[in-house]
């Protein structure tokens, strides 16, 4: 089980002998392709923010990646006139940390630092506090990828998938285009039903008859997982397409596999908040790929009550949420948790 590492330290001194209370949080919320730092003080009150590229170890090795956060969180402090003993916790969602090994050298990482109070974990954990009333549930994230994250009510934590089809990830974006078009190789060569995704495709590949569909495939490899043709799918699928239907059904069941499993292994009552998070998930044009989630979590956990929540505010703010819990601040109480929200959603972009 991923368990969560938090450090303990005694309240810094300044230099100067007085002692200081350290009053104020950071979240981050680090991408594939964009990171968000956001600085509040410890009633969840906006102080400033920074959006910067990936910090993510697997584009740029851990090294670089300590370097890169180190200075933008210097950066960000620096831009209000505080220093790092002005922070009393932080936490850190970060795509790529899918183990063990990933996560203990983050903690280090992030240890060094000198924060007195910090969380460090895949970037899936942020959607439970950012999308929950309490704080625990299952976050399922569905974009180019997909992993799914699960806190229960005692702090256990688990990650389940996140790193390919070896572990089951048949979903996300790339996974649903690339079934569209092969739907529609099936519908010509494979004795597959006819649908009306080939001409969209057809387009795309620059092809217009069925003969030249080997062609269009090698020719244009590199844009058949695209957006483009995630969103021929789903118009398709809210047609009543046949292909497109069964190309998010099982993209709805493998989704739920992991969802589900992630929730069996952990040690929830009877009701769980599921929170949906991810581009194919909030940018679906299609509710089949939902319709389909709700119905598979429904048979593979039939003995709990599950609530559906489509994750409307940016992931950082379950960062900032997430610092603000590991200061004992009641983050869940309405007017803090509103707070926080308008805020992140005011300056996230």
């Given at each position: 089980?991923?368990?969560?590492?938090?450090?303990?330290?005694?309240?810094?001194?300044?230099?100067?002998?007085m002692?200081?209370l350290?009053?104020?949080?950071?979240?981050?919320?680090?991408?594939?392709?964009?990171?968000d730092?956001?600085?509040?003080?410890?009633?969840?009150?906006?102080?400033?923010?920074?959006?910067d590229?990936?910090?993510?170890?697997?584009?740029?090795?851990?090294?670089?990646?300590?370097?890169?956060?180190?200075?933008r969180?210097?950066?960000?402090?620096?831009?209000?006139?505080?220093?790092?003993?002005?922070?009393?916790?932080?936490?850190?969602?970060?795509?790529?940390?899918?183990?063990?090994?990933?996560q203990?050298?983050?903690?280090?990482?992030?240890?060094?630092?000198?924060?007195?109070?910090?969380?460090?974990?895949n970037?899936?954990?942020?959607?439970?506090f950012?999308?929950?009333?309490?704080?625990?549930?299952?976050?399922?994230i569905?974009?180019?990828?997909?992993?799914?994250?699960?806190?229960?009510?005692?702090?256990?934590?688990?990650?389940?998938g996140?790193?390919?089809?070896?572990v089951?990830?048949?979903?996300?974006?790339?996974?649903?285009?690339?079934?569209?078009?092969?739907?529609?190789?099936?519908?010509?060569?494979?004795?597959?039903?006819?649908?009306?995704?080939?001409?969209?495709i057809?387009?795309?590949?620059?092809?217009?008859?069925?003969?030249?569909?080997?062609?269009?495939?090698?020719?244009?490899?590199?844009?058949?997982?695209?957006t483009?043709?995630?969103?021929?799918?789903?118009?398709?699928?809210?047609?009543d397409?046949?292909?497109a239907?069964?190309v998010?059904n099982?993209s709805?069941?493998?989704?739920?596999k992991?969802?589900?499993?992630?929730?069996?292994?952990?040690?929830?009552?009877?009701e769980?908040?599921?929170v949906?998070?991810?581009?194919?998930w909030v940018?679906?044009?299609?509710?089949?790929?939902?319709?389909?989630?709700?119905?598979?979590?429904?048979?593979?956990?039939?003995?709990?009550k599950?609530?559906?929540?489509?994750?409307?505010?940016?992931?950082?703010?379950?960062?900032?949420?997430?610092?603000?819990?590991?200061?004992?601040?009641?983050?869940?109480k309405?007017?803090?948790?509103?707070?926080?929200?308008?805020a992140v959603?005011?300056?996230?972009?």
């Open positions: 089980m991923n368990i969560a590492i938090l450090y303990n330290k005694q309240i810094t001194y300044k230099p100067e002998g002692i200081h350290a009053k104020y949080v950071i979240g981050v919320d680090g991408g594939n392709t964009k990171t730092y956001f600085l509040f003080d410890t009633e969840g009150n906006y102080v400033g923010s920074l959006k590229g990936t910090c993510s170890h697997e584009a740029m090795g851990f090294e670089a990646a300590e370097t890169l956060i180190n200075a969180i210097k950066q960000l402090l620096s831009k209000h006139d505080l220093s790092i003993n002005d922070i009393k916790a932080a936490a850190f969602g970060l795509a790529g940390i899918d183990n063990h090994h990933q203990k050298t983050f903690t280090e990482i992030i240890g060094r630092m000198g924060i007195p109070r910090f969380a460090v974990d970037d899936s954990f942020l959607g439970i950012a999308g929950t009333t309490k704080g625990f549930g299952i976050c399922s569905n974009g180019t990828g997909t992993v799914a994250g699960g806190i229960d009510p005692t702090g256990g934590r688990l990650q389940v996140g790193i390919g089809y070896l089951g990830d048949d979903a996300g974006g790339a996974y649903v285009a690339h079934s569209g078009v092969r739907a529609v190789y099936d519908s010509f060569f494979r004795c597959g039903e006819k649908t009306i995704m080939a001409e969209p057809f387009k795309i590949m620059g092809i217009s008859d069925p003969s030249e569909l080997m062609y269009g495939i090698g020719n244009t490899e590199g844009q058949l997982g695209s483009e043709v995630t969103r021929i799918v789903f118009a398709a699928a809210g047609m397409d046949g292909p239907l069964a998010l099982e709805a069941r493998q989704l739920a992991t969802s589900a499993g992630c929730a069996r292994n952990l040690k929830f009552g009877d769980i908040e599921i949906m998070a991810g581009s194919v940018k679906g044009e299609s509710p089949a790929l939902f319709n389909f989630y709700k119905e598979h979590m429904e048979t593979f956990l039939p003995d709990k599950l609530i559906f929540n489509m994750l409307k505010e940016p992931p950082a703010t379950g960062a900032v949420l997430w610092a603000l819990s590991l200061c004992g601040s009641d983050c869940f309405r007017e803090i948790r509103q707070r926080v929200v308008n959603n005011e300056h996230v972009n």
